[in-house]
């Protein structure tokens, strides 16, 4: 919660990297052909199954290098976003098409106090496709349950055959 009582989610600092958030240190780890989590990469951006999600075939995107905010992405930087996110929607539909999805972007709230979190937040884009209902347990306790694994989903996704593969 910050000052004014409002909830506000953020990605903290890699311990590693301080300089570097979580999700960034996660996007330059997702080589082009060695990553078992990642499902459609660009020139800024990846698209990535992250391990621990709400839905089994939830995908992040996020830039490849560390932004806080949406708003400041170049024309450039968006291009290739508008790319990645064509072919990430391309695969899922090929993989669980037919299913109804929401959307999450995720950019650092603006405001004099949050000048202060612009390293610790990395905007994204959440992908949830809604392939199942979440049961008494799911939303009792809060915690989601994945019959697929995020290596497993990814690979599907990434095998997918797409127009322009």
Not at 8 to 31: C, D, H, K, Q
Not at 114 to 129: A, K, N, T, V
Not at 139 to 157: C, H, N, Q, R, Y
């Amino acid at each position: 919660m910050n000052d004014s009582g409002e909830n506000t989610r953020e990605i903290r600092i890699n311990p590693i990297v301080p300089t570097e958030s979580v999700l960034v240190a996660t996007a330059r780890g997702m080589r082009p052909k060695e990553a078992e989590e990642r499902v459609e990469r660009g020139e800024h951006f990846v698209a990535i199954k992250p391990f621990a999600i709400r839905f089994e075939r939830e995908i992040h995107i996020l830039p490849l290098k560390h932004q806080a905010y949406f708003l400041k992405a170049s024309r450039t930087e968006l291009d290739d976003f508008a790319r990645v996110l064509r072919r990430t929607m391309a695969r899922l539909d090929k993989v669980v098409g037919g299913v109804q999805y929401n959307f999450f972007l995720h950019s650092v709230p603006h405001g004099r106090e949050f000048d202060d979190r612009q390293e610790s937040y990395h905007w994204h884009l959440e992908i949830c496709p809604r392939t199942s209902i979440p049961t008494g347990f799911q939303l009792g306790s809060g915690l989601f349950v994945s019959t697929v694994s995020p290596e497993l989903a990814a690979e599907s996704l990434r095998n997918a055959d797409i127009d322009g593969d």
